[in-house]
């Protein structure tokens, strides 16, 4: 089956402009996942959806940082206005109800 | 709030060494436990998972098993191969549905012939 797939691959932005991340994930999971993965560290959860709605984005930047399910499928992630720190790799995953996360390639970011 | 530690690498080792690559918790509750694993240029895998105490995961030739009593879920493989050679991530889910997902570091391994 496909996987989750995730695009750009790669990003390089200066500081202050604004950037977005598409995901597409599995076909038929419910769930799809946005995670924050800086050099070194472990992935960090930014948001979660079901289906089209939002379960937890206590760890989002809201003032910076949206993003939205479209119908329920696809997802896009966005940074307005960028800042140094969030270069990182944004991972998103998928997964069926209660079943295992499918992880995409990620987008690296980079912020000069 | 929840958390996971992990070992610090990079870890290096000779093929057919032993592996072990240690992964402590905290968490309230019963969380359900995991390790997943990134080799180079691919995204994130499950490699296995347990999802109660003295439950063991294997997969590929690796286990762990969920110790509620010392709070640890240490990753074991007997003989690794060059092929090992990536970064593994220890994580934990809070509920039992395997979602939510929170991650150690990571720790990187490195296998030589």
């Known amino acids: 089956e496909a996987g989750v797939a995730q695009s750009p691959r790669y990003k390089i932005i200066e500081k202050r402009q604004s950037v977005a991340f598409w995901c597409n994930p599995i076909?038929?999971?419910?769930?799809l996942y946005w995670y924050q993965q800086i050099l070194g560290q472990g992935p960090k959860l930014l948001i979660q959806?079901?289906?089209?709605?939002?379960?937890?984005d206590s760890q989002l930047p809201k003032d910076r940082f949206s993003a939205e399910r479209l119908k329920g499928v696809d997802s896009t992630l966005k940074i307005q206005p960028a800042k140094l720190e969030d270069s990182a790799v944004y991972l998103c995953?998928?997964?069926?109800?209660?079943?295992?996360?499918?992880f995409g390639s990620g987008t690296q970011l980079s912020v000069l | 709030g929840d958390s996971v530690t992990q070992m610090e690498g990079p870890v290096t080792l000779s093929e057919e060494a032993f592996l072990t690559i240690n992964c402590t918790y905290t968490a309230t509750g019963y969380p359900s436990l995991f390790w997943y694993v990134q080799y180079p240029g691919e995204g994130l895998q499950l490699l296995l998972k347990a999802t109660k105490a003295d439950d063991k995961g294997s997969n590929k030739g690796f286990e762990a098993t969920y110790r509620k009593e010392t709070t640890s879920f240490h990753l074991e493989k007997g003989s690794v191969q060059v092929s090992d050679s990536a970064v593994y991530f220890c994580a934990l889910s809070p509920n039992q549905a395997g979602t939510a997902l929170i991650f150690g570091k990571g720790t990187t391994l490195s296998v030589s012939s």
């Open positions: 959806f079901q289906n089209n709605g939002v379960v937890d």
């Open positions: 076909s038929g999971h419910a769930t």
């Open positions: 995953a998928s997964s069926p109800p209660g079943e295992k996360l499918f």
